[in-house]
């Protein structure tokens, strides 16, 4: 009861004081979990109350700023009637025709390319030979993009926005089916996530490195953004645990504008969890992520829980 109750907390903006005070600032979840437990307790109305057995743990803080800091039944009530993790191991394909949640106000898209990576037989690609995954080619990218639309109205509200990576190539035939779906282009220009490295050369006597990947901005109605930032970000991604991860100041730095403490999140093919991860740090109080690869929806879950759940969220948005 300790441990979700932690995470219900911390999700919200709630910093579980009690125990930094007596563990330091950097202290574990297993840590807060194992100094919580029995030192805490719902009283009848349904609030924490310090049960007041070992004082000296709390170091300065009075037995009457706990009850300041009580977490109220509703947050564990919350938790405990939907106590699963926020990371799906499925297809999106198979998940969304099934799902009958709760809407989204942002999707945020990562469809594999169509740019046949899984073809590759170089060390950061060949995994794709050997785990279950979707193929890196223009036919399943349409196929999820058909699925995402097929199914948009249970998915996202009539005023969501969404950002969806895609490779250049495909920009006119993405925004006419968008288009064609309901979606807009809030401008007509991409967001531009620029990598400051030597960039990959498909043919080096013919074609320029490429050095930077390219997102849409759509929205279905006129929601508002929800802070205003530059369309561009130039910066490397030096921790990689899946694949095609995308560093979490460069995702943070796009999502600010989408996401505030009042919005959810659904990212389809989540990989590694790192937009969900940056949507939390922003605020969010709901997100949902679904992976195919069982291996990646686990590390995905191991990156929510540290990034988003178990840490203090910066508002990034003041």
Not at 21 to 34: D, F, I, W
Not at 270 to 295: F, I, K, M, N, T
Not at 300 to 306: D, E, I, K, N, P
Request: charge should be negative.
């Amino acid at each position: 009861r300790a441990e979700r109750a932690t995470a219900a907390a911390a999700a919200r903006g709630i910093e579980v004081a009690v125990a930094h005070v007596a563990l330091g600032r950097n202290a574990s979840p297993a840590a807060l979990t194992e100094h919580l437990s029995g030192m805490l307790t719902l009283d009848a109305s349904g609030s924490f109350a310090n049960v007041g057995a070992d004082d000296s743990l709390f170091g300065a803080i009075e037995a009457g700023k706990v009850a300041e800091l009580s977490l109220q039944a509703n947050l564990i009530r919350e938790l405990e009637a939907d106590p699963a993790s926020p990371i799906i191991t499925d297809s999106f394909l198979t998940w969304a025709e099934a799902y009958e949640g709760p809407k989204f106000d942002v999707l945020h898209v990562d469809f594999p390319y169509g740019m046949d990576y899984a073809g590759s037989n170089t060390r950061a690609t060949g995994r794709a030979h050997i785990v279950p995954t979707y193929a890196d080619s223009p036919d399943i990218m349409w196929e999820l993009v058909e699925a995402l639309l097929t199914w948009q109205d249970k998915l996202a509200y009539e005023t969501a926005h969404m950002m969806f990576w895609f490779d250049m190539r495909f920009y006119q035939p993405l925004v006419d089916s968008f288009a064609n779906s309901g979606w807009k282009l809030v401008q007509p220009h991409p967001l531009i996530w620029h990598k400051p490295y030597q960039g990959v050369a498909s043919d080096t006597k013919r074609r320029p490195r490429h050095t930077y990947e390219t997102a849409l901005l759509l929205s279905r109605g006129d929601r508002k953004l929800c802070k205003l930032d530059q369309d561009v970000f130039v910066g490397r991604n030096d921790e990689k645990l899946h694949m095609n991860q995308k560093p979490q100041d460069m995702l943070r730095h796009f999502l600010r504008m989408l996401v505030d403490r009042n919005t959810t999140v659904l990212d389809p093919t989540c990989g590694s969890g790192s937009a969900l991860a940056a949507a939390l740090q922003l605020g969010a109080p709901r997100v949902l992520g679904v992976e195919l690869d069982a291996e990646n929806a686990d590390v995905a879950r191991h990156v929510v829980s540290r990034d988003g759940h178990y840490l203090e969220i910066e508002n990034v948005n003041e």
